[in-house]
Each structure stands twice: as structure tokens, then as C-alpha cells.
């Protein structure tokens, strides 16, 4: 279908940046917001692979991942395939942001809200060419009002589902060799990135204590619910108020959180609010009316909030997958309440699927033996251990590591950027070139 286009000619751009700072003068971005930036393949020029140049800002897909996952609905599509931002509709959660494979979503601190390319709406009236293709001095970015997308399979630029509106052009994907043979020089590359728990918290901490303190009060109501008692309310709501309260510190708008409801037909965080506020509201009535009904309807509202949280980290591109993660939230709740309700085979079930996972996600350091610790010895305890204090210390230590672990998972976040996938096609094609070399060599 015939839409809106750039063109981009790998063979002819030479990642000098002009298309970028044209949009920066063009649209007045701040000084740490680039619309369109320049992400280079085998940046350190190693001689085995070629250089290419993607000048890549949003590509106004024909299947975006970020208007269906923005809770707010501040994402639309224009009929001519403009894939439009409304700024005054945005509560800047930044999630976009996480789910868009070309990281053109970006964050203004100081307006709170989420920008991005709008394809210079004024010079297109005006019936020119967007800033950033007017200003490209060698022709290798086009536009079209009305063109094809194509994109052939190129190292840095995957196939994503999205369909971006954009044709990539390559006469050759292969660098001609020299007259001579050149040693392989078996280069160490490296895609690994590791940040230290409490600097992945720093920024999502009120995502972390939120959906710790969700899954915490879902295992609250459904032990209540099984041992038939009900939570006692006033400490139940004030858990509750506090919790939704504080996810509100994530936002860049905070008193446009009631937007955040606006997309439940596509959108798990709009799904996950509006599924914990019912558990929430349902599990206080509980408490002052205990029906059997509605003791069912608040545990099926709490455990569909809790599935919706995980499905808000289940994004594509992601370097460790949400589902079989040890820190899904889903897991740990089945998990705890196995323990409380002293359901021995569902708690063996758990406690080992949940540290095979935990294992093979690659952690170590004493942090690693507390958690396994966590997982295995300290649930048997609680069935050896009489004192009501001792039982107490056992269950404080549990919270204790299933924390930790939930940090971890905020730690780990790597999502799809065109900077990281390039970097991993590198890593792909050196060691595609060490087989090749050492099978010559045998």
C-alpha cells in the first residue's frame, strides 16, 4: 500500500549527521533529544565487515508498536500513515519508548512528555521535503508522500513486524575484498551491558515497589480467601492507596494519570490498572461483606492484574524474556501462596521451576546463593520451625530475596534499540568468520 516513505541509500550516506541536526534546528529539540540519529554497523571499522549508516528517526510504521502500547491514546495514524503524537494527551510513562525497535520516542524531562518525528507537517503543506532530507548533501535520504516500503534483510535493520514506512537501498551487502589476503584478526566484541541493581532502580524504582507491593497484596486476599477470613480493610486500603500512589512518580504527568485507563483494547498497562483497581475496590468490599462471589471476582481481578504486569514486560526485542523470568509476578504469587497455605506440591513445583529459571539467567555472587537460598531451604524451615518469631524471621527473609530478585528484573531490562541490534549482528558475523577461519585452518 502506497503511503508516506523515507528513502534511505546505504551505498551514499556517509554518517555525517546533517539530516540530524537539521531536525534539531528545524523542531528546536532540547539539547539531549535527537528525532533522528545516525546509528553505524561495525562502528570500529573492523576490515573483515562493511560500514553501514542507517540515518533512522520514527519510520512511521504501518503496524506501530507504540500506539497500541501507550495507555493514554496519545498515539493516532494518520490516513496518509503519518503516525502522529498528541503531546497534550501524553502522562509521559515513557513505555513507548520500551516497545519501539527504533528508540524514536523520546523523553523531554522538562516538559514531562514524550516527542518524536512529526514529518515537518508545515513543510509538507508548504509542498517541500521534510528538514532532515533537504539538508542530506550527498541524496542518500528521500521522501515520499506516496511510495513503497521495502527493506532487504540487512545486519542492524531486523525485521520486527512493525513494517516501517521507509526503503532501505543497498547495491552490495558484501565489501568488495583487496587484491590480497588479509589475516582474520578475531576480534573481541562484545554485547554484554550489566547494571548494578541499585542503578537500574534509580530510575524504575516506583515500577518496582508498585508491582511488588500488587503482587504482595494478591496473595494477601487470595490467603484470606483459602484460610476463609477476610482482610481487614483499613490496612488493606491504605497498602493499596499507597501503592497506587506511588506509581504515579514514574509518570512525567501525573495529573493526567486518568488517561492512563483510555487504551484497554490494546494496551496491558491500561489493562493492569484498570484490573488492580478492581481488585482493589472488590477486595475492600470483601472485607466488609464477605460473599463468595465476590471473593472469587476480586481473586480472578487480582490474578488478571498480575498477568497483565507481566505482559507489560513482555516485549519484544527484550535480551531476557519476561515469561519463564523467576521475578514474574504471576510466578512469585503462586509461589507465596503455595508457601502460606502450606500447599507442599505446588510449592515444590514452583520453588524448583522458579530457580532452574533463576539459574539459567546467568547470576552470580552471594546475591545468587541468597536467592536459591530463598527459594529452597527457607520454605522447608517453615515447616520445622514452631516459634511464632522464628516463622516470622523465615518469612521476612523470603520477602527479603523475592525483592532482590524483582530488582534484578529492572536491572536486566534491555530492549530493542538500533544501537543494540547492530551490535549483536557484529557479534553474530565475527563469529560466523572465526568458524569459517578455523575450518580453513583444519
Not at 587484491?179 to 524504575?204: C, F, K, N, Y
Not at 521475578?327 to 500447599?343: E, G, N, Q, R, V
Request: charged share 15%; glycine share 8%.
Amino acid at each position: 500500500m502506497s503511503r508516506v516513505v523515507f528513502t534511505l541509500d546505504l551505498d551514499r550516506c556517509t554518517g555525517c549527521s546533517a539530516c540530524a541536526v537539521a531536525c534539531r534546528n528545524e523542531n528546536e529539540t532540547g539539547p539531549d533529544i535527537d528525532w533522528r540519529t545516525i546509528t553505524t554497523f561495525n562502528s570500529m571499522r573492523l576490515p573483515e565487515f562493511g560500514v553501514l549508516h542507517f540515518a533512522l528517526s520514527c519510520n512511521h510504521c504501518e503496524n506501530p508498536s507504540c500506539q497500541p502500547g501507550c495507555p493514554a491514546a496519545a498515539y493516532t495514524i494518520d490516513p496518509d500513515g503519518v503516525v502522529t503524537l498528541n503531546v497534550d494527551h501524553c502522562i509521559g510513562c515513557q513505555y513507548c519508548s520500551w516497545v519501539c525497535p527504533y528508540e524514536a520516542p523520546q523523553f523531554n524531562m522538562s516538559l514531562g512528555t514524550m516527542e518524536k518525528c512529526t514529518l515537518c507537517p508545515d513543510r509538507r503543506g508548504q509542498g517541500r521535503d521534510p528538514a532532515c532530507v533537504t539538508s542530506c548533501p550527498v541524496g542518500a535520504l528521500g521522501f515520499e508522500e506516496l511510495g513503497e516500503p521495502e527493506i532487504p534483510a540487512l545486519p542492524g535493520f531486523p525485521d520486527t513486524g512493525t513494517r516501517p514506512g521507509i526503503r532501505i537501498s543497498k547495491r552490495s551487502l558484501t565489501v568488495d575484498a583487496p587484491g590480497m589476503t588479509i589475516a582474520h584478526s578475531r576480534h573481541q566484541i562484545s554485547t554484554s551491558e550489566t547494571t548494578p541493581v541499585l542503578e537500574g532502580l534509580r530510575a524504575e524504582w516506583p515500577l518496582w515497589l508498585f508491582t511488588s507491593v500488587a503482587t504482595c497484596m494478591v496473595v494477601w486476599f487470595a490467603v484470606a480467601l483459602i484460610e476463609g477470613v477476610s482482610v481487614l480493610v483499613v490496612p488493606f486500603a491504605a497498602v493499596g492507596f499507597a501503592a497506587m500512589l506511588i506509581s504515579a512518580f514514574h509518570l512525567g504527568k501525573p495529573k493526567r494519570m486518568y488517561r492512563a485507563v483510555f487504551n484497554f483494547k490494546t494496551s496491558w498497562i491500561s489493562r493492569e490498572i484498570i484490573f488492580f483497581s478492581a481488585f482493589f475496590l472488590l477486595a475492600c468490599v470483601h472485607g466488609l461483606w464477605p460473599h463468595v462471589t465476590v471473593g472469587k471476582m476480586t481473586l480472578v481481578c487480582g490474578l488478571l492484574a498480575l498477568f497483565s504486569i507481566d505482559m507489560v514486560y513482555s516485549v519484544r526485542g527484550q535480551d531476557v524474556p519476561m515469561f519463564g523470568h523467576s521475578a514474574m509476578t504471576l510466578l512469585s504469587a503462586s509461589f507465596l501462596i503455595a508457601l502460606l497455605t502450606h500447599s507442599a506440591l505446588l510449592l515444590v513445583i514452583f520453588g524448583l521451576f522458579r530457580t532452574a529459571t533463576y539459574l539459567s539467567r546467568g547470576r552470580r555472587g552471594p546475591w545468587m546463593l541468597f536467592r536459591i537460598i530463598g527459594l529452597v531451604i527457607l520454605p522447608a524451615l517453615l515447616w520445622v520451625v514452631d516459634s511464632t518469631s522464628g516463622q516470622a524471621v523465615v518469612i521476612v527473609l523470603i520477602a527479603i530475596a523475592e525483592l532482590r530478585d524483582r530488582a534484578e528484573l529492572y536491572a536486566e531490562l534491555r530492549f530493542l534499540t538500533p544501537g543494540r541490534q547492530v551490535d549483536r549482528d557484529l557479534v553474530v558475523a565475527n563469529r560466523g568468520l572465526d568458524i569459517l577461519v578455523n575450518n580453513k585452518s583444519q
